[in-house]
């Protein structure tokens, strides 16, 4: 009896934790599932964002399928989110296993690798701007080099200019993950393995990746997560063109939302991109999850 007691006083949670997370659920509510749910609402009507509206059932999703502009948005996301997020993960990791070895100024390094991830994405993408648009054609001529010699943000491989600056921002919190997760695994491990012979790639392979697998797949489903959101980067430096070769599934719906009077229509696309990331994000937790099992 006085264990069942003392169980039971233990799951007690405190009122201090209401205090904390109930302001916060109710904010979270009216700013963000609210809106949500009336941006659903709208998807189903002919709103312009003012005026009246009647429904139209599918309309707006049926609109969307058959709009080239839509589509090739949806092409661009998709291939910027899966080079983004290999190139990111795959440098980050690099960084991480470099950086956790014995080397000298380990602190100093960390600083100044996280330091694109305190800056803001807009702020950094204005400094890339700067860069591709002046201080990169001006080298090209200096050293007659032609492909650097023309701002690559006004050619048709602008998409490479937002993905570089991209994958230098995004380095920050990736590789700080890899780090907490190398940092947790127990060296006498590597000491084993090194009285065995085991070279540093099969040390990688049968021993660290595996040991880190859980901070993969936090870092692989943040990735594609945002990159398939990507917005901030390219209204910096492209603003979607040239033309509209460089125009996301966000940019599209901030566009031709607000400022083509489609807003029905581009709340059916917002639906259509929420379903896609809750879809892929799930898919991966659970391919990368079973992953994990085997490998435990």
Known sequence: MALNKSKKKEKKIPFSYYMMVVPIGI???????????????????????????????????????????????????LKFALFATILVNAIALAIAVGLNGKIKFQNFMKAIYFLPYMLGSLIVGFVFKFIFGNLVPDLGRALHIGFLSSNILGTTHA???????TIWQGLAFNTLIYLAG???VDEEIYEAADLDGVNPWQKFI?????????????????????????????????????????TSISVEIYKQGFQGSQFAIQSANAVVLFIIVLTISLIQLRILNKREERLG
């Open 27 to 77: 904010l979270f509510f009216i700013f963000h599932t609210i809106p949500f749910l009336r941006g659903v609402f709208y998807s189903f009507t002919d709103w312009s964002g003012y005026g009246d509206w009647k429904f139209v059932g599918l309309k707006n999703y049926l609109y969307m399928f058959g709009n080239a502009n839509i589509g090739h948005a949806y092409w661009f996301t």
């Open 206 to 246: 049968h021993l660290t990746f595996p040991l880190i697998a859980p901070f993969f797949t936090i870092n692989l489903v943040l990735s594609v997560k945002g990159y398939l959101m990507v917005f901030d980067q390219i209204m910096a430096m492209t603003d979607g063109g040239p033309g509209n070769s460089t």
């Open 159 to 165: 998409w490479i200019g937002i993905l570089i600056m």
């Open 182 to 184: 190398l940092q947790s």
